[in-house]
């Protein structure tokens, strides 16, 4: 059977993993063994899926990124230029910890700005937005917009990747879904 996505040459795939169909992966790339990649992602240059690894649908990864095993990343979420993932709170070089792998959740719509660093074992919540070069070291909220080192909490994002900014009345607009939000207990709810 035809593949149903595109692979450069020079990209490696190795046998037992699993490739959505309209996805791209490009040069230089590896993709372990285990690791399941749904439909229509795009796979930058010089990037590594780690064995185990889970990429939901629509997924954009940027060059140079490499995905340990233990990230799950859900349905549209993007992945910046050199972005770094951990997979082991206290690595050693002569100390095997496979075995203490955590699980890194990348939730819908999720986008981690380039050269950002997420230590392992956290979620990123739906939509949430990471800055350039932050460092994330705990969980993030839904929609939320954080930045630095350690990554501080600075404001709220919308499915679209516009700044929310709430009114007197705590109501923010999407200007281009004009989709309503407001505040309830430091967390986004949508309006009707």
């Not at 203490?100 to 979620?123: D, M």
Request: hydrophobic letters at 40%.
């Amino acid at each position: 059977m035809e593949n149903q996505y595109f692979a450069h040459e020079t990209a490696v795939i190795d046998e037992d993993c699993t490739i959505g169909e309209g996805t791209k992966i490009w040069h230089f790339s590896h993709i372990m063994p285990g690791c399941v990649i749904g439909k229509a992602c795009n796979i930058g240059q010089n990037v590594v899926v780690s064995p185990d690894v889970v990429l939901g649908d629509n997924v954009k990864v940027q060059n140079n990124v490499s995905i340990y095993t233990g990230v799950i990343c859900e349905d549209d979420v993007f992945l910046g230029p050199s972005m770094v993932f951990t997979n082991v709170i206290n690595p050693r070089s002569a100390v095997n910890r496979k075995s203490e792998y955590l699980k890194t959740y990348v939730k819908k719509g999720a986008t981690i700005g380039a050269n950002s660093t997420i230590v392992c074992g956290i979620t990123l919540g739906e939509f949430c937005f990471i800055g350039a070069g932050a460092v994330v070291i705990r969980d993030v909220k839904p929609y939320s917009l954080v930045v630095g080192n350690p990554a501080k909490h600075i404001g709220w994002m919308s499915e679209f990747g516009h700044r929310l900014n709430f009114n007197d009345k705590g109501i923010a607009i999407c200007p281009e879904s004009k989709q309503e939000f407001s505040l309830k207990d430091d967390f986004i709810v949508k309006l009707e």
